[in-house]
């Protein structure tokens, strides 16, 4: 059984594994220990008793701006909601923080977000800081790929 839980220093270790062949290929970002360890209580784990098969991560850009980071879950672990748990955990999590307007994502695989909810917009709408902060570490820079889309958190209350 699947259980959600926030992350904890000691399961760093486990969460870099998890995430090192996407980082390799680039399709995460890269983020050392450190910086996870800043933002470790960021993070929603999917555990199978000790064993760590996906985490992401809610990231605060201001009152009305969150993102989703760093969605992984483990190959063998694919296609059964895993996935789609840890976002609308997050989802859920950005409104009980209080979060204004939206919760973006940048990513590989627009057809899974845009399932859940996610709209696509353009690039050029995204906060600069969020280009300067973390786009800038990213070995696709400055030729980007991913897709970017938004979750409107007023509709998903309306829909609740």
């Known amino acids: 059984m699947i259980e959600l839980v926030k992350a904890k220093l000691s399961d760093i270790p486990q969460m870099q594994s998890l995430v090192a062949k996407e980082v390799k290929e680039g399709t995460i970002l890269n983020r050392s220990e ?3 360890a800043t933002n470790i209580r960021s993070y929603v784990l999917a555990k199978e008793g000790e064993r760590i098969v996906g985490y992401t991560a809610l990231h605060i850009h201001s009152k009305r701006l969150a993102e989703i980071r760093s969605l992984i879950v483990d190959e063998a672990y ?3 909601h895993v996935g789609q748990q840890m976002v609308e955990y997050t989802l ?6 209080g979060v204004e307007e939206d919760v973006l994502v940048l990513t590989y695989l627009p057809v899974f977000f845009e399932k859940l ?6 690039k050029e709408v995204i906060p600069e800081h969020k280009i300067w902060a973390d ?3 990213c070995i696709h820079f400055p030729v980007c790929n991913e897709v970017a889309l938004i979750y409107k958190l ?3 209350e309306n829909d609740a």
């Not at 859920?92 to 923080?97: G, I, T, V």
């Not at 909810?117 to 353009?122: D, L, M, P, T, Y």
């Open 92 to 97: 859920d999590e950005a409104k009980l923080l």
């Open 117 to 122: 909810g996610f709209r696509e917009i353009n």
């Open 34 to 36: 450190d910086e996870v």
């Open 78 to 80: 694919r296609g059964q």
């Open 154 to 156: 007023s509709e998903w």
């Open 135 to 137: 786009c800038i570490k």
